[in-house]
């Protein structure tokens, strides 16, 4: 069955410390995956998009890593931002069979003062 | 700058009404549209697929009688929620895919709430 799982479900930090969201995947066949920041009430915004040969992806603050072996990627936030509190979501692309996009639940970050 | 637009941003009705949303693409033309709903603290779910100048593609359980895709011009899709009853009540999102990896550009969506 094709999923996305991600974890935690929900993380507290402060403003300035670094933390990295998990995901896992069992697309399959895998074309691509995506991370997205979803905030509050609005639709999600791209972040960072890798195919399986690309191990990371860097975009401003955030660096998203792949192991196409393990089918584990991972979302690190540096130095966080109130800003950056939001749902981040996992994605993964089928490349058969439709290109079907499999999303996972989303982590719900939230970054305090 | 948005690629993807959505309107209206929220509505609310009255149960048995219809409700239409559009979804336009800003500076592409996409032959291609996507609708998803999302119910809180839940992620995103395909509704269907919208395809410029042919019939929608429905995913597996929504009605297509009910969820009404109109795709007639090329950065122009819109849903229309018919007969709306409260558990319609959702964020409709709209998508359109561009480039070599089919990157998706969401719309902001359109928080429908049905009394």
């Known amino acids: 069955k094709n999923q996305v799982e991600q974890s935690p479900q929900s993380l507290i930090i402060l403003e300035g410390k670094n933390c990295t969201l998990q995901c896992n995947y069992t697309v399959s066949p895998f074309s691509n995956l995506r991370w997205y920041k979803q905030d509050t009430g609005r639709g999600p915004v791209s972040l960072t998009i890798m195919t399986f040969s690309e191990n990371t992806k860097s975009n401003g603050r955030y660096t998203a890593t792949l192991d196409a072996d393990t089918k584990q990627s991972s979302l690190h936030i540096t130095a966080s931002q109130l800003s950056d509190s939001a749902s981040y979501i996992c994605?993964?692309?089928?490349?058969?069979?439709?290109?079907?996009?499999?999303f996972g639940a989303g982590t719900i970050l939230r970054v305090k003062s | 700058g948005a690629v993807v637009s959505q309107h209206p941003s929220w509505v609310i009705c009255k149960s048995g009404t219809s409700v239409k949303i559009e979804c336009r693409s800003l500076d592409f033309q996409a032959t291609t549209m996507f609708w998803y709903r999302q119910f809180p603290k839940q992620s995103l779910m395909l509704m269907a697929t919208s395809n410029e100048g042919s019939k929608a593609t429905y995913e597996q359980g929504v009605e297509k009688d009910k969820f009404l895709i109109n795709h007639a011009s090329l950065t122009l899709s819109t849903l229309t929620v018919t007969s709306a009853h409260p558990e319609d009540s959702s964020f409709y999102i709209c998508?359109?895919?561009?480039?070599?990896?089919?990157?998706?550009?969401f719309g902001p969506g359109t928080r429908l709430t049905v009394l």
């Open positions: 998508s359109e895919s561009r480039g070599g990896r089919n990157e998706q550009f």
């Open positions: 994605v993964a692309r089928q490349s058969e069979y439709g290109n079907k996009l499999v």
